[in-house]
């Protein structure tokens, strides 16, 4: 397998803005408000844990922190790219709740800094809750530190996952709060220029939008390159087929340039 050298044009051709917002379903709203509240409960309980032995185990939590940042970036990263590449809107229940948003951005970048708190994070709240359940069975203490460790590991990981979209939409707003540009700025989190790349045609690289650390080394290893040729040799599915259609489709995985043009109706 080859790495990409763009050579020849095609046309993307995405789908209609308008017809991709009115896809969000009412029902899997009730969901999410469901979801995110047993979240929020449970995230006060981990905090009232953790504070009770932060002083004496701050190393430990501030590794947990760290590799859960890591790892949020690579796990949000990589449902990403499943979400923007394969895949339909049009799937039952999957395609409304997590493909059909981030195929709207691809189309609008904007529309998503439209979107209230519980539209933007909720629906990573019900991945989260799992393994914040988990979490009540795991003791913490100095007398434990490896399980103390994998405590703080998953907390972090999970609540870093559940706000990745809300720092992505930090990186597609103009007037977002001050210590949030700092944060930007230092490439502690999302840095909108950063992000910009992956809004370049073809939409293919720096998937990762925690803090997008990783999407240098993964771009440099052809890592989702790599991944796509694998599942089309395997499956046949085109990558970004439902996206930008399947002519410029072909042309991206294979290599070659691909152009804008006028968005199709749904």
Not at 220 to 245: M, N, W
Request: proline letters at 5%; one cysteine or more; hydrophobic letters at 45%.
């Amino acid at each position: 397998m080859s790495s990409p050298n763009f050579e020849s044009h095609s046309r993307i051709i995405q789908r209609n803005s308008e017809e991709l917002a009115k896809g969000y379903p009412g029902w899997f709203r009730k969901v999410e408000w469901i979801g995110i509240s047993v979240f929020f409960i449970l995230f006060f309980v981990m905090i009232y844990k953790i504070a009770l032995v932060a002083t004496s185990m701050w190393f430990l939590l501030f590794l947990g922190f760290f590799g859960g940042l890591i790892c949020a970036d690579f796990f949000c990263g990589l449902v990403h790219w499943l979400a923007d590449t394969w895949g339909s809107p049009d799937i039952p229940i999957l395609g409304a709740a997590l493909i059909r948003p981030f195929r709207e951005h691809h189309v609008d970048q904007f529309a998503m800094t439209k979107h209230d708190f519980i539209e933007t994070n909720a629906a990573a709240s019900l991945g989260g809750v799992p393994l914040l359940v988990g979490c009540l069975f795991i003791p913490v203490g100095p007398d434990k530190p490896y399980l103390s460790f994998v405590f703080f590991f998953i907390f972090f990981f999970t609540v870093l996952s559940l706000f990745t979209n809300q720092i992505h939409k930090w990186a597609h707003t103009e007037k977002s709060p001050k210590f949030i540009k700092v944060l930007q700025k230092w490439h502690i989190i999302l840095n909108p220029l950063h992000h910009q790349i992956h809004h370049t045609i073809p939409y293919n690289k720096h998937y990762c939008i925690t803090t997008g650390w990783l999407n240098g080394f993964l771009s440099s290893i052809h890592f989702f390159f790599y991944c796509e040729k694998i599942v089309t040799k395997y499956t046949g599915a085109l990558p970004r087929q439902d996206d930008v259609g399947e002519s410029a489709a072909r042309d991206i995985l294979n290599g070659k340039a691909v152009r804008a043009c006028p968005r199709r109706a749904s």
